[in-house]
């Protein structure tokens, strides 16, 4: 006896279930605001806007609005991730060369990792245009260092595929490098030694460092230390404390001795 035709039918259930995956992501007209005032902030255009909208979609996002899968940012981040390396290590290599391998990574890592990328985000405000499912928004989601930190690394992605390396030198070069040449990241580095160093292998003469001034009250005080090199000034730097201060002013001499060697 032949079977019934309706044996051959696929199921009308995953019908229905392959369109309501295959639904593809739309933005509010606030949303898309939203988006525009954010590039009008970091002066940045983007050419494909559906790239910068995906670096900012959490897979939470397109699970609950069951649209295409690929959409979410974990692509862009995997991708992202690796041209932050990148970038970061050129930015480290042409700006401390007397640094060591070892030294460029360590400081590498103090940067690119998940809590600095996470400020880096917050600063940027770029929580508040994270598309999430109402389960990760509810539990606090877009206040997490992870997320914000993974959404730093896709818009990094989404901005490299759109204009190439040159667009986000440009972009790290107002967002992240100035901090690095501030000292941010001193604390992972011992700037003094890395000076003494170059100091005594180049036989330039001695280094004293001099706390020149002290702000603040006794519980909230700055202090300013000034690195001389064979008592000429040759770098300055401020902390919370003397040894922070020295550091600080050790790291602009370096930056300074690196600059001179170039010229």
Do not use: W
């Amino acid at each position: 006896m032949p079977q019934s035709s309706k044996n051959h039918r696929k199921p009308r259930s995953n019908y229905y279930d392959r369109r309501r995956h295959n639904r593809r992501l739309t933005l509010t007209e606030e949303q898309k605001k939203q988006f525009d005032d954010l590039l009008l902030k970091i002066d940045l255009t983007f050419e494909n806007r559906k790239l910068l909208i995906q670096a900012f979609t959490h897979s939470s996002y397109v699970n609950e609005h069951r649209i295409y899968s690929f959409q979410d940012n974990e692509r862009l981040e995997f991708l992202g991730d690796a041209v932050l390396e990148l970038a970061v290590s050129q930015f480290l290599y042409k700006k401390f060369n007397s640094m060591s391998e070892g030294e460029m990574t360590k400081l590498r890592a103090s940067i690119v990792c998940e809590p600095s990328l996470a400020r880096f985000a917050e600063e940027l405000e770029f929580g508040e245009l994270v598309l999430l499912g109402k389960g990760e928004e509810m539990t606090g989601g877009r206040n997490r260092p992870a997320l914000l930190a993974d959404v730093f690394e896709s818009f990094i992605g989404a901005l490299y595929l759109d204009q190439g390396l040159e667009a986000v030198y440009k972009f790290l070069s107002q967002t992240m490098y100035p901090k690095i040449n501030d000292g941010a990241f001193s604390h992972m580095m011992d700037f003094k030694s890395q000076l003494q160093e170059f100091i005594q292998r180049d036989n330039l003469g001695q280094i004293q460092y001099v706390i020149v001034q002290e702000i603040g009250p006794a519980h909230n005080r700055e202090f300013v230390s000034e690195v001389q090199l064979n008592e000429s000034k040759l770098g300055v730097g401020s902390g919370r404390s003397k040894k922070e201060a020295e550091q600080h002013a050790a790291q602009q001499a370096l930056i300074k001795l690196s600059e001179k060697k170039d010229k």
